[in-house]
């Protein structure tokens, strides 16, 4: 069977909503909400193919659109490879030029909506934004310091390495930072090296160990992620079904001076083989962030990227 190409557009107004459509009753998953978008023609890139599809579709013009993620799922019937694309710039207001019903929605509210099984991880994709901050500190005043700075940013999604906590700190430690990410808006992500918080308002990430030791997802409140270094660790996170990874290190780090590094063409090599968000870890700058998304990547990560 062929593999069909499809590009995806997720645009967004300037209320941070996202528009999506109802698939017609004609269609393979009628009745079914998706993002626009539509098939590749030949030698067609994805770029071109959604700019023609969104003026088809929605009579808007696409001035500017980049790479969110790649996904090819197989479902009985069909198999699809999905490029996924944020518009960042248009023109036109969308409407539903093909008779389809379109409907702006707030990201928070999207998985209150059915969509095809292929849309979970641009469901994900979407909800995680582009930057995954590392908070290394045990300390609680750093670490809320830190949680600060990074919400000053703009940044809502980060790490913690609390590895040196002792177990009779934890309570009063995780109160404080749940307390602080709630009225910072930031969702938070407890390292699986130290002390666990069963009430984490965002979930787990795992160490590369613990990664290939699993047999199952763990159930946690939120977010499952993980550290990957190499294809087989990739390959296990997508087994087991992980929300996202971070790929380390692509290059050079302090922290890590003799490790082999990946090199931007070899991670663009290995994120293509797999289809959950990837961020980009290990001597990145922010200067980095665009060329993390022309090679695949959800977007950038690091420890002291954002103090």
Same mark, same amino acid.
């Given at each position: &069977?062929?593999?069909?190409?499809?590009?995806?557009?997720? =645009? +967004?107004?300037?209320?941070?909503?996202?528009?999506?459509? #109802?698939?017609?009753?004609?269609?393979?998953?009628?009745?079914?909400?998706?993002?626009?978008?539509?098939?590749? +023609?030949?030698?067609?890139?994805?770029?071109?193919?959604?700019?023609?599809?969104? +003026?088809? /579709?929605?009579?808007?013009?696409?001035?500017?659109?980049?790479?969110? =993620?790649?996904?090819?799922?197989?479902?009985?019937?069909?198999?699809?490879?999905?490029?996924?694309?944020?518009?960042? !710039?248009?023109?036109?207001?969308?409407?539903?030029?093909?008779?389809?019903?379109?409907?702006?929605?707030?990201?928070?509210?999207? @998985?209150?909506?059915?969509?095809?099984?292929?849309?979970?991880?641009?469901?994900?994709?979407?909800? %995680?934004?582009?930057?995954?901050?590392?908070?290394?500190?045990?300390?609680?005043?750093?670490? %809320?310091?830190?949680?600060?700075?990074?919400?000053? #940013?703009?940044?809502?999604?980060?790490?913690?390495? @609390?590895?040196?906590?002792?177990?009779?700190?934890?309570?009063?430690?995780?109160?404080?930072?749940?307390?602080? !990410?709630?009225?910072?808006?930031?969702?938070?992500?407890?390292?699986?090296?130290?002390? &666990? !918080?069963?009430?984490?308002?965002?979930?787990?990430?795992?160490?590369?160990? /613990?990664? &290939?030791?699993?047999?199952?997802?763990?159930?946690?409140?939120?977010?499952?992620?993980?550290? !990957?270094?190499?294809?087989?660790?990739?390959? #296990?996170?997508?087994? %087991?079904?992980?929300?996202?990874?971070? %790929?380390?290190?692509?290059?050079?780090?302090?922290?890590?001076?003799?490790?082999?590094?990946?090199?931007?063409?070899?991670?663009?090599?290995?994120?293509?083989?797999?289809?959950?968000?990837?961020?980009?870890?290990?001597?990145?700058?922010?200067?980095?962030?665009? #060329?993390?998304? =022309?090679?695949?990547?959800?977007?950038?990560?690091?420890?002291?990227?954002?103090?």
């Amino acid at each position: &069977m062929a593999r069909v190409r499809v590009a995806i557009a997720v =645009i +967004e107004n300037q209320e941070g909503q996202v528009l999506i459509a #109802q698939r017609k009753n004609n269609v393979h998953q009628a009745g079914m909400w998706e993002f626009p978008g539509g098939k590749l +023609e030949l030698n067609e890139t994805p770029h071109i193919a959604l700019a023609r599809e969104l +003026e088809e /579709e929605l009579a808007i013009n696409s001035i500017e659109s980049v790479p969110l =993620i790649d996904v090819s799922f197989d479902y009985p019937d069909l198999e699809v490879q999905l490029h996924v694309r944020v518009v960042e !710039c248009y023109s036109g207001e969308p409407i539903g030029h093909e008779s389809q019903t379109i409907k702006w929605v707030d990201k928070k509210h999207l @998985a209150d909506y059915p969509f095809p099984e292929a849309n979970k991880a641009i469901l994900t994709s979407i909800a %995680l934004g582009r930057e995954y901050a590392i908070i290394n500190s045990s300390d609680i005043s750093d670490v %809320l310091l830190q949680l600060q700075n990074v919400a000053s #940013q703009n940044i809502k999604l980060v790490q913690i390495r @609390a590895k040196e906590l002792l177990a009779q700190q934890s309570n009063r430690f995780f109160a404080q930072i749940n307390k602080e !990410c709630a009225l910072l808006g930031v969702k938070y992500l407890v390292n699986s090296g130290g002390i &666990m !918080c069963p009430e984490s308002s965002a979930g787990v990430h795992l160490t590369s160990n /613990e990664l &290939m030791r699993l047999k199952n997802k763990p159930t946690v409140n939120g977010y499952v992620a993980a550290s !990957c270094h190499n294809i087989e660790e990739l390959k #296990q996170a997508e087994k %087991l079904d992980l929300d996202f990874v971070v %790929l380390s290190p692509v290059k050079e780090t302090a922290s890590h001076p003799d490790a082999e590094l990946l090199g931007w063409q070899h991670f663009e090599r290995l994120v293509a083989q797999i289809n959950i968000p990837v961020f980009a870890l290990g001597g990145i700058k922010k200067s980095d962030l665009n #060329q993390s998304i =022309i090679v695949g990547s959800q977007g950038i990560s690091g420890i002291r990227l954002f103090k």
